[in-house]
């Protein structure tokens, strides 16, 4: 079963944070999230294993929380790079494939 | 540079004319995966491989048919290509389960 993003749809000016939740109604091993311009192919963001762990490079990061079966990812102090779609892919328990998100469309301007 | 190659990157062909589409990977990746993505759409999973054992999605017409001669090629196979498959379609790849995908360029398919 698909997992739901929210918001569907952010506008943020430069240097504005963000939270994009996805949230999923199965038990979850996994979390994937990516990131997608216009044209162009996912790019990978960062994984969360079970176990509610919270990871982050620079001004992104990410949380897990598998009692709730939710993640959300954090942008901080946001950049025009950032823009595109993000993401989540949620894996089951005992599968080998993520379930992608409908996507959250991120818009940074000047 | 390891990385995932999908050719062609663009494929025009005509409403029921067979097409294939190819991906490699120099990654040595036991996982395959085969993604359709239509606009303004998440991408969706047509089918993979672990190593050779093929996993086919329940909701995946029986027009597309895949093909894994080896561990570096995969092939999607669209036997009789309808308006309606018209899309970007994604090969990624990935060491196994939880396991970071790659994904390549995408191979943007218009039906005629």
């Known amino acids: 079963q698909q997992p739901v993003q929210s918001p569907q749809a952010v506008i943020l000016r430069e240097g504005e944070d963000a939270v994009i939740n996805c949230s999923s109604s199965?038990?979850?091993?996994?979390v994937h999230w990516y990131r997608q311009k216009h044209g162009e192919a996912p790019v990978f963001l960062m994984i969360l294993l079970k176990g509610g762990e919270q990871k982050g490079h620079e001004k992104i990061s990410a949380s897990f929380n598998e009692k709730k079966q939710q993640s959300s990812l954090y942008l901080t102090a946001s950049q025009l790079s950032y823009s595109g779609t993000y993401f989540c892919?949620?894996?089951?328990?005992?599968?080998?494939?993520?379930?992608f998100g409908q996507g959250t469309r991120l818009t940074i301007n000047p | 540079d390891a990385m995932v190659i999908q050719n062609p990157r663009y494929q025009v062909t005509q409403f029921g004319k067979p097409v294939t589409l190819s991906c490699s990977q120099t990654?040595?990746?036991?996982?395959m995966y085969w993604y359709q993505q239509k606009s303004s759409q998440a991408p969706k999973l047509l089918f993979h491989?672990?190593?050779?054992?093929?996993?086919n999605e329940a909701d995946t017409p029986d027009n597309f048919q895949s093909r894994r001669p080896n561990t570096s090629f995969c092939f999607l196979d669209i036997r009789s290509p309808g308006l309606g498959d018209a899309a970007m379609y994604l090969c990624?790849?990935?060491?196994?389960?939880?396991?970071?995908?790659?994904f390549g360029p995408g191979t943007r398919l218009t039906v005629l």
């Open positions: 199965k038990a979850l091993y996994s």
């Open positions: 491989y672990y190593d050779k054992d093929f996993n």
């Open positions: 990654l040595n990746h036991n996982v």
């Open positions: 990624a790849t990935s060491r196994g389960k939880s396991f970071v995908q790659y």
């Open positions: 892919g949620t894996e089951g328990q005992g599968a080998q494939k993520l379930v």
